[in-house]
């Protein structure tokens, strides 16, 4: 396997090798010296080849993610409304209890997925955590995926979103956050 060859202090996702950092401490450089790159090609095989394959790969992941999302808000006493801004779909995800400093503020969620994955309900999972924890409204953004339109669709959908609430509420009222990877 390439991976295997590479010499020992790069990381090969693609043909061109990527040095590794030497901005961490010794310890951690020589622990990722001795961590095994990823196998690109095992991690290639059995992907999806149609866009019917593509669908239903999505469609079975995205199913128990918004099981999981409404159990989710049920557990943690959110409510989640389904809305619609600029022509994006969002959720607005409140606590039963909002911390009164918080009362104007508003958490804007990107969920991850891979900018395929988390449709509908299964977006709303990160803000549902976030409003339940922290005590304050958020606004999950179900930004079109790209098996639906491809890039910039994603994040031109997160900019209209954030664009229209600057209608209506100061940048400093609202913070954006989110992951890009989740475990599926």
């Given amino acids: 396997m390439q991976w295997q060859t590479q010499i ?3 990381l090969s996702l693609s043909s061109q090798p990527v040095p590794l950092t030497t901005a961490v401490s010794p310890e951690f ?4 010296k001795s961590f095994p790159a990823p196998d690109v090609e095992a991690l290639q095989q059995g992907l999806p080849e149609t866009e019917l394959e593509w669908r239903a790969f999505i469609d079975a992941r995205d199913k128990p993610a918004s099981e999981r999302a409404q159990s989710l808000a049920e ?3 959110v409510t989640i409304k389904e809305d619609s801004i600029g022509g994006v779909d969002v959720y607005w995800v409140t606590p039963n209890a909002i911390a009164p400093e918080l009362k104007d503020k508003l958490y804007v ?11 509908g309900l299964a977006s709303t999972s990160e803000a549902t ?3 339940s924890k922290m005590k304050i409204p958020a606004l999950a953004i179900d930004y079109t995926k790209s098996i639906d339109a491809p890039a910039p669709a994603s994040r ?7 664009n229209e609430l600057l209608k209506t509420r100061s940048e400093n ?12």
């Fill in 8 to 10: 020992k202090n790069a």
């Fill in 29 to 32: 450089y020589e622990f990722s």
């Fill in 75 to 77: 557990t943690l006493n």
């Fill in 109 to 119: 969620a990107v969920q991850g997925g891979a900018y395929m994955l988390n449709s």
């Fill in 129 to 131: 955590i976030i409003a």
């Fill in 156 to 162: 031109n959908d997160i900019v209209k979103v954030w």
């Fill in 173 to 184: 009222s609202m913070v954006m956050g989110g992951h890009l990877l989740e475990e599926h």
